[in-house]
């Protein structure tokens, strides 16, 4: 089929074997590119019980149907592993040109498991796969790592994702980074690749993407980028990047601030405003993108993309940091360190809320830059105090106490936007196969930004969630970045025209369906259930106490009701557990239900 | 003729490569294109800068067959007195001339006057600049 490769590259590192096989035909037809068929590769090949860091986990790299083609919006990677902070299945894209570089080197998927006696990395060519020492970059950053391998490989254009010293000593929220300042976050991936003794996958160009017919291709996707793409509602990509959410968020007044402690900052709107007027130099995009929606920085002689909104925010007016270079500091000192932003702004909120109320002294406290500049080397060496700190929010919780306040769903701490100040929100986080995420079902589109429906209210919430999973779950498996709102009817037009098929927007929100479904089944089969699908308790009893939102808090029977009417939706039961009748309208592959079926029926649980 | 490239304003997207690889070889292929944008962070900083046809006449004047032809503007390449040795490959300082499939050398031409990659810069960073 145009614009796949149907090749899958599969590399056992602890046997040291590398092969190349046929890309399941029938699972494109069914879950397209990137999360989709990353979900169901996993699904096929490992045990949803394992321990997230044995060998046994594997790491799904699939670069999407569009990648490497000129559909604007299309250069993300997707990375699929079962993560070790959630024990969920665990999507996340990462920009850059990744993406684009693993399509030209030929391949639908790379897939990695076992573990190499030895830290290694793959280099990837057309040519041939390489599993090459990587000792000389034990221990360093991602910036080195990227930098040094351009040298030992003699070549300035080969593409790397590479950890760094988190994702070496396994930390729960490490992350993979490409091109210094991109990252696939969320979920601790890294920490899988570290456990494999993964250093970096490094690529090299070279083969070419075909299309049915490239001259009609072109002046369809011409008149497509001038319609939908350049738009004025999008301008602000390029101009702002992410930080507008910012500005919405604390217009709404569900901006978290010390620790979700209230939803106004005192400091967002300056330290945004200084970024952007003083030390913005350029936009950086990435591959095929018009929108470009990196900010490139410059302050005081460092340079740095970023950061975006959300790394803004969680690691500054969240832990009460107002100096905006020791917020660029941090985040610089995160980017090279590989953790996540979002995961160690909670977990410094977190203890800095402990030490404050006088519940466990973990010797730092809101506001206290000097600390907080020590803190990502701490972690991701895990000396002293950030061994601990390397797990996470739950596990410093369950430890220490403070599970009321410890913002997280599942082991994933929750990004920058309190749902307090849009519930369905609350559902959003409650239901999204990898715990606390915000781009399974942005909810704050329409509650608070475009203002089109009631934001204080789970009523037609449950709804409004299914539909933004499945259509997320459609268009991430696609691969089409979040920052293009196009339709369905669009995206389908799109396949068909880079692929030759013949799709409509009907079959594409029933795959929506069966990859979000896929991630559940696998999600069940790990053990999960209604109970896990929870919000900490601070956002059902503490109310914000200020801004347009003051007073407002989730009441908890009715997010509950609000759960079980999305489960019946989802054809699912009041657990949470897809019944077979649900899997078959929506076409999940027989050898998948058989696979979920012979699990329910060896389990003592009863659906 | 020149494209005359504006750094600040270039965002690395590469639409412009993979216009011109698309148009002129009918693949997505960035080392297809006649044309190479490098935007890439190195140690000090963010390099950004454009590889294209400068008309230094490098491959025009080491072509043993006199296949490669000046009209001032741009060059084009004589079907019939090339011999495929790929001299012109090694001779064009950006290192934009490669041989394609069928063994003739590609050779940016600026689409005869009307380069393409220009109608596909988002950021409307390029400009051609004629003489």
Redesign the interface.
Same mark, same amino acid.
Request: proline share 4%; hydrophobic share 35%.
């Given at each position: 089929m145009k614009s796949y490769t149907g090749k899958i590259l599969r590399v056992d590192l602890s046997r040291g074997e590398i092969a190349e096989e046929e890309t399941r035909e029938e699972w494109l037809g069914k879950y397209y590119g990137q999360k989709g068929l990353g979900f169901r590769y996993l699904l096929e090949d490992i045990d949803p019980t394992i321990d997230p860091l044995s060998p046994e986990n594997e790491v799904v790299i699939t670069p999407g149907i569009f990648g490497?083609?000129?559909i604007p919006n299309s250069g993300k990677l997707a990375i699929t592993s079962k993560s070790p902070a959630t024990g969920t299945i665990c999507d996340g894209s990462i920009g850059g040109?990744i993406a684009?570089e693993i399509k030209?080197t030929g391949y639908d998927a790379i897939i990695v498991k076992g573990k190499a006696n030895n830290l290694v990395y793959l280099y990837i060519t057309p040519d041939k796969t390489e599993i090459k020492d990587a000792g000389f970059l034990r221990g360093k950053g991602t910036r080195q790592t990227e930098?040094m391998l351009k040298k030992e490989l003699q070549d300035?254009e080969v593409k790397v994702l590479s950890i760094g010293p988190a994702g070496e000593n396994l930390v729960k929220f490490a992350c993979i980074t490409s091109?210094?300042?991109r990252q696939q976050g969320r979920g601790g991936i890294g920490a899988v690749m570290g456990s494999k003794n993964l250093k970096a996958v490094a690529v090299r160009?070279?083969?070419?993407?075909?299309?049915p017919d490239?001259p009609s291709?072109?002046s369809s996707l011409?008149e497509i980028?001038k319609e939908s793409v350049?738009i004025p509602d999008n301008e602000f990509l390029?101009s702002d990047g992410t930080w507008p959410f910012g500005d919405w968020m604390l217009e709404a007044g569900m901006i978290p601030t010390r620790n979700f402690q209230t939803g106004i900052s005192p400091t967002y709107e300056r330290l945004r405003s200084e970024l952007k007027d003083t030390f913005k130099?350029?936009?950086?995009? #990435?591959?095929? #993108?018009?929108l470009?929606c990196?900010n490139?920085i410059?302050i005081d002689g460092i340079?740095f993309?970023g950061p975006e909104y959300e790394s803004l925010n969680m690691t500054g007016g969240n832990c009460q940091i107002s100096d905006l270079k020791s917020i660029v500091q941090f985040n610089r000192s995160i980017d090279d360190l590989g953790l996540d932003s979002i995961s160690i702004g909670n977990v410094i909120a977190f203890v800095m809320e402990m030490t404050e109320r006088g519940i466990h002294d973990f010797g730092i406290r809101f506001g206290d830059a000097e600390n907080y500049l020590k803190l990502p080397e701490k972690i991701a060496h895990r000396q002293g105090i950030g061994n601990e700190l390397a797990e996470g929010v739950r596990f410093l919780s369950e430890k220490y106490g403070g599970k009321d306040f410890a913002m997280q769903v599942k082991g994933l701490e929750i990004p920058s936007y309190d749902p307090r100040g849009a519930w369905g929100m609350g559902l959003a986080y409650a239901t999204s196969d990898r715990g606390a995420c915000h781009q399974r079902a942005f909810t704050p589109t329409p509650e608070v930004i475009m203002n089109e429906i009631e934001p204080y209210t789970f009523e037609g919430k449950a709804r409004l969630v299914k539909d933004l999973q499945d259509y997320n779950a459609v268009k991430f498996s696609i691969g089409i970045c979040d920052f293009w709102g196009l339709n369905l009817d669009l995206l389908a037009k799109l396949v068909n025209m880079s692929t030759g098929s013949n799709l409509d927007s009907e079959e594409l929100t029933k795959a929506g369906e069966r990859i979000y479904n896929l991630g559940r089944i696998f999600n069940v089969m790990a053990g999960f259930r209604r109970k896990e699908d929870i919000l900490p308790e601070r956002l059902f009893t503490d109310p914000l106490p200020e801004g347009p939102a003051a007073g407002k808090v989730l009441p908890k029977g009715e997010f509950e009701q609000a759960l079980s009417e999305y489960y019946r939706l989802r054809g699912w039961s009041e657990e949470g557990i897809p019944s077979k009748q649900e899997l078959e309208g929506i076409e999940v592959d027989k050898e998948a239900i058989e696979k979920f079926e012979k699990y329910l029926s060896s389990t003592r649980y009863r659906v | 003729m020149k494209l005359i490239f504006d750094t600040?304003?270039c965002?690395?997207?590469?639409?412009c490569e993979?216009?011109c690889s698309?148009?002129h070889?009918?693949?997505?292929?960035?080392?297809?294109a006649r044309l190479k944008i490098i935007?890439?962070?190195?140690?000090?900083?963010?390099e950004t800068k454009l590889k294209s046809c400068t008309l230094c006449m490098e491959c025009v004047e080491t072509c043993p067959t006199e296949a490669i032809i000046s009209n001032g503007k741009w060059l084009t390449l004589d079907e019939e007195l090339c011999t495929s040795c790929g001299i012109c490959v090694d001779a064009c300082p950006e290192g934009l001339i490669y041989m394609k499939s069928d063994d003739l050398p590609a050779i940016p031409d600026f689409c005869q006057g009307n380069p393409y990659c220009i109608?596909?810069c988002?950021?409307k960073c390029l400009i051609l600049e004629v003489e």
């Open positions: 490497g083609t000129i040109t684009a030209w930098l300035d091109e210094l300042y160009d070279g083969k070419d993407i075909t299309v490239m291709f072109l011409r980028i350049l390029l130099k350029g936009s950086k995009a #990435c591959v095929s #993108c018009p470009a990196g490139y410059e340079s993309e | 600040g304003k965002t690395g997207c590469k639409l993979l216009a698309a148009k070889e009918g693949v997505f292929n960035p080392r297809k935007d890439r962070y190195i140690e000090t900083g963010r109608e596909w988002p950021q």
